[in-house]
Protein backbone atom coordinates (compact mmCIF):
# COMPACT_ATOMS: atom_id res chain seq x y z
CA UNK A 1 0.00 0.00 0.00
CA UNK A 2 1.42 3.41 -1.16
CA UNK A 3 0.89 5.97 1.67
CA UNK A 4 1.16 9.73 1.63
CA UNK A 5 2.33 11.47 4.82
CA UNK A 6 1.92 15.19 5.02
CA UNK A 7 3.27 17.19 8.01
CA UNK A 8 2.54 21.21 8.13
CA UNK A 9 2.22 21.46 12.11
CA UNK A 10 5.36 23.16 12.60
CA UNK A 11 7.49 25.76 9.92
CA UNK A 12 8.81 22.84 8.02
CA UNK A 13 6.60 21.66 5.55
CA UNK A 14 7.12 17.81 5.17
CA UNK A 15 5.87 15.51 2.38
CA UNK A 16 6.53 11.39 2.10
CA UNK A 17 5.70 8.82 -0.17
CA UNK A 18 6.58 4.86 1.79
CA UNK A 19 5.08 1.33 0.55
CA UNK A 20 6.65 -2.12 1.24
CA UNK A 21 10.55 -1.25 0.47
CA UNK A 22 10.14 1.96 3.10
CA UNK A 23 10.09 5.34 2.47
CA UNK A 24 10.47 6.03 -1.30
CA UNK A 25 10.57 9.59 -1.20
CA UNK A 26 10.52 12.58 0.90
CA UNK A 27 11.00 16.24 0.89
CA UNK A 28 11.05 18.56 3.49
CA UNK A 29 11.13 22.46 3.07
CA UNK A 30 11.42 25.24 5.59
CA UNK A 31 8.96 27.33 5.12
CA UNK A 32 8.92 30.72 7.13
CA UNK A 33 4.72 29.88 6.78
CA UNK A 34 4.27 29.59 3.69
CA UNK A 35 2.26 26.24 4.02
CA UNK A 36 -0.52 27.24 1.75
CA UNK A 37 2.32 28.32 -1.11
CA UNK A 38 4.41 24.73 -1.25
CA UNK A 39 2.20 21.70 -0.01
CA UNK A 40 0.63 21.05 -2.84
CA UNK A 41 3.79 21.67 -5.13
CA UNK A 42 5.76 19.60 -2.70
CA UNK A 43 3.60 16.69 -3.05
CA UNK A 44 3.68 16.99 -6.98
CA UNK A 45 7.08 17.15 -6.48
CA UNK A 46 7.75 13.47 -4.25
CA UNK A 47 5.12 11.72 -6.76
CA UNK A 48 6.85 12.47 -9.99
CA UNK A 49 10.50 11.84 -8.52
CA UNK A 50 9.20 9.05 -6.68
CA UNK A 51 7.83 7.67 -10.09
CA UNK A 52 4.34 7.32 -8.60
CA UNK A 53 0.88 8.32 -9.59
CA UNK A 54 -1.67 10.04 -7.61
CA UNK A 55 -4.38 7.77 -8.40
CA UNK A 56 -1.67 4.95 -6.82
CA UNK A 57 -2.07 6.02 -3.45
CA UNK A 58 -3.64 3.78 -0.97
CA UNK A 59 -3.65 5.49 2.51
CA UNK A 60 -3.25 9.56 4.07
CA UNK A 61 -1.27 10.18 6.58
CA UNK A 62 -1.61 13.98 8.61
CA UNK A 63 -0.05 15.35 11.15
CA UNK A 64 -2.77 17.14 13.05
CA UNK A 65 -1.26 18.61 15.86
CA UNK A 66 -0.47 20.18 18.51
CA UNK A 67 1.53 23.42 16.29
CA UNK A 68 1.07 26.34 14.16
CA UNK A 69 -2.67 27.24 13.58
CA UNK A 70 -2.91 27.70 10.27
CA UNK A 71 -0.16 25.49 9.30
CA UNK A 72 -2.15 22.37 10.64
CA UNK A 73 -5.16 23.65 8.81
CA UNK A 74 -3.71 23.60 6.02
CA UNK A 75 -1.83 20.14 5.69
CA UNK A 76 -5.71 18.36 7.47
CA UNK A 77 -7.89 20.19 4.61
CA UNK A 78 -5.10 19.00 1.78
CA UNK A 79 -5.14 15.65 3.44
CA UNK A 80 -8.90 15.20 3.66
CA UNK A 81 -9.68 16.64 0.25
CA UNK A 82 -7.13 13.96 -1.31
CA UNK A 83 -8.85 11.23 0.85
CA UNK A 84 -12.20 12.04 -0.16
CA UNK A 85 -11.19 12.15 -3.93
CA UNK A 86 -9.42 9.36 -3.80
CA UNK A 87 -11.66 7.12 -1.62
CA UNK A 88 -8.54 6.54 0.51
CA UNK A 89 -8.47 6.23 4.65
CA UNK A 90 -6.91 9.26 6.28
CA UNK A 91 -4.75 8.61 9.54
CA UNK A 92 -4.74 11.95 11.85
CA UNK A 93 -1.41 11.25 14.25
CA UNK A 94 -0.29 13.81 16.93
CA UNK A 95 3.03 15.95 15.98
CA UNK A 96 4.13 15.07 19.35
CA UNK A 97 4.15 11.25 18.96
CA UNK A 98 5.86 11.69 15.47
CA UNK A 99 8.53 13.50 17.30
CA UNK A 100 8.93 10.87 19.62
CA UNK A 101 9.19 8.00 17.24
CA UNK A 102 12.69 8.59 16.23
CA UNK A 103 13.31 8.25 19.58
CA UNK A 104 11.97 5.38 20.65
CA UNK A 105 15.05 3.29 21.51
CA UNK A 106 15.67 5.55 24.71
CA UNK A 107 15.88 4.28 27.80
CA UNK A 108 15.18 7.04 29.08
CA UNK A 109 11.34 8.66 29.49
CA UNK A 110 11.07 11.08 26.10
CA UNK A 111 9.50 14.42 26.67
CA UNK A 112 8.63 15.70 22.91
CA UNK A 113 8.16 19.87 23.07
CA UNK A 114 6.71 21.60 20.75
CA UNK A 115 7.31 25.70 20.59
CA UNK A 116 3.93 26.87 21.30
CA UNK A 117 5.03 31.07 21.42
CA UNK A 118 3.77 33.02 24.37
CA UNK A 119 6.32 31.58 26.27
CA UNK A 120 4.39 28.25 26.50
CA UNK A 121 5.07 24.81 25.05
CA UNK A 122 3.42 22.20 23.88
CA UNK A 123 4.14 18.62 25.76
CA UNK A 124 3.80 14.90 25.90
CA UNK A 125 6.06 12.06 27.50
CA UNK A 126 6.63 8.62 26.16
CA UNK A 127 7.99 5.17 26.75
CA UNK A 128 9.67 2.61 24.88
CA UNK A 129 7.66 -0.08 23.79
CA UNK A 130 8.07 -3.05 21.89
CA UNK A 131 6.00 -1.52 19.06
CA UNK A 132 7.55 1.80 19.09
CA UNK A 133 6.83 4.79 21.52
CA UNK A 134 4.03 4.95 24.26
CA UNK A 135 2.58 7.98 25.35
CA UNK A 136 2.27 8.31 29.54
CA UNK A 137 1.42 11.50 30.01
CA UNK A 138 -1.41 13.54 28.43
CA UNK A 139 -0.93 16.34 25.97
CA UNK A 140 -0.35 19.90 27.50
CA UNK A 141 0.24 23.20 26.60
CA UNK A 142 1.49 25.23 29.56
CA UNK A 143 4.49 27.41 30.62
CA UNK A 144 8.15 25.79 30.55
CA UNK A 145 8.40 25.92 34.35
CA UNK A 146 5.06 24.11 34.67
CA UNK A 147 7.21 21.65 32.58
CA UNK A 148 10.06 21.63 34.27
CA UNK A 149 8.12 20.49 37.60
CA UNK A 150 6.50 17.73 35.59
CA UNK A 151 10.06 16.82 35.27
CA UNK A 152 10.79 17.31 38.34
CA UNK A 153 8.15 15.35 39.81
CA UNK A 154 8.60 12.42 37.42
CA UNK A 155 12.13 11.72 38.84
CA UNK A 156 13.09 9.95 35.92
CA UNK A 157 16.20 10.44 33.41
CA UNK A 158 14.57 12.47 30.16
CA UNK A 159 15.41 13.16 26.85
CA UNK A 160 13.66 15.95 25.12
CA UNK A 161 13.34 16.04 21.56
CA UNK A 162 11.74 19.02 19.71
CA UNK A 163 12.18 22.78 18.58
CA UNK A 164 10.11 24.03 21.96
CA UNK A 165 13.72 22.28 23.87
CA UNK A 166 15.64 24.05 21.77
CA UNK A 167 14.32 27.23 21.91
CA UNK A 168 14.61 27.16 26.17
CA UNK A 169 17.19 24.85 26.34
CA UNK A 170 19.04 27.62 28.93
CA UNK A 171 15.62 27.17 31.09
CA UNK A 172 15.17 23.59 30.94
CA UNK A 173 15.86 21.68 34.14
CA UNK A 174 19.44 21.07 34.15
CA UNK A 175 19.26 17.43 34.40
CA UNK A 176 17.50 16.72 31.18
CA UNK A 177 18.87 16.17 27.83
CA UNK A 178 18.61 17.91 24.30
CA UNK A 179 18.57 15.01 21.30
CA UNK A 180 19.19 16.93 18.22
CA UNK A 181 15.90 16.26 16.32
CA UNK A 182 14.04 19.78 15.92
CA UNK A 183 10.61 19.31 14.19
CA UNK A 184 8.26 16.36 13.33
CA UNK A 185 8.74 14.25 9.92
CA UNK A 186 6.88 12.96 7.32
CA UNK A 187 8.71 9.80 7.38
CA UNK A 188 7.56 8.62 11.01
CA UNK A 189 4.31 9.97 9.96
CA UNK A 190 4.21 7.46 6.66
CA UNK A 191 5.73 4.72 8.73
CA UNK A 192 2.86 5.40 11.78
CA UNK A 193 -0.32 5.86 8.88
CA UNK A 194 0.58 2.72 7.20
CA UNK A 195 0.69 0.45 9.63
CA UNK A 196 -2.75 1.88 10.99
CA UNK A 197 -4.17 1.30 7.66
CA UNK A 198 -3.02 -1.81 7.24
CA UNK A 199 -4.45 -2.81 9.98
CA UNK A 200 -7.78 -1.66 8.96
CA UNK A 201 -8.46 0.16 12.07
CA UNK A 202 -11.35 3.37 11.65
CA UNK A 203 -12.17 4.24 15.41
CA UNK A 204 -12.71 8.10 14.94
CA UNK A 205 -9.78 10.20 15.89
CA UNK A 206 -10.10 10.84 20.23
CA UNK A 207 -7.85 13.83 20.80
CA UNK A 208 -5.18 12.33 19.75
CA UNK A 209 -5.52 9.38 22.42
CA UNK A 210 -3.67 6.97 20.50
CA UNK A 211 -0.69 6.76 18.77
CA UNK A 212 -2.03 7.34 15.44
CA UNK A 213 -5.75 7.52 14.85
CA UNK A 214 -7.31 6.39 11.23
CA UNK A 215 -11.01 6.90 9.94
CA UNK A 216 -12.22 5.85 6.67
CA UNK A 217 -14.27 9.00 7.34
CA UNK A 218 -11.89 11.97 7.12
CA UNK A 219 -14.53 14.56 8.36
CA UNK A 220 -13.65 12.49 11.61
CA UNK A 221 -9.90 13.66 11.40
CA UNK A 222 -9.67 17.14 13.43
CA UNK A 223 -6.62 19.67 14.37
CA UNK A 224 -5.49 19.22 18.27
CA UNK A 225 -5.17 22.45 19.40
CA UNK A 226 -4.70 22.43 23.18
CA UNK A 227 -5.26 25.70 23.11
CA UNK A 228 -7.57 28.47 21.52
CA UNK A 229 -6.31 30.44 18.44
CA UNK A 230 -4.20 33.21 19.05
CA UNK A 231 -7.03 35.28 17.12
CA UNK A 232 -9.77 34.01 19.33
CA UNK A 233 -7.32 35.05 22.70
CA UNK A 234 -6.68 38.24 21.39
CA UNK A 235 -10.35 38.75 20.86
CA UNK A 236 -11.24 37.71 24.67
CA UNK A 237 -8.40 39.77 25.97
CA UNK A 238 -9.85 42.86 24.01
Avoid at 54 to 78: E, H, K, N, W, Y
Avoid at 111 to 118: L, P, Q, T, Y
Wanted: aromatic share 4%.
Amino acid sequence: MITLGIETATQVVSVALGGDDGILGIVEIISGRRHAEILTPAIEFVCRHARIAVADIGAIGVDVGPGLFTGMRVGIASAKAMAQALHVPLVGVCSLDLLAHPMRHSPKVIASVIDARKGEVFYAFYLSSTDGVRRVSHPRACSIDDFNADVLARGQDVLAVGDGAHRYRDELEHSIEIADLMHPSAGPLVQLARTQALRGDTVEQSDCGQLGAGSANPDAVQPMYLRAPDAQINWTTR
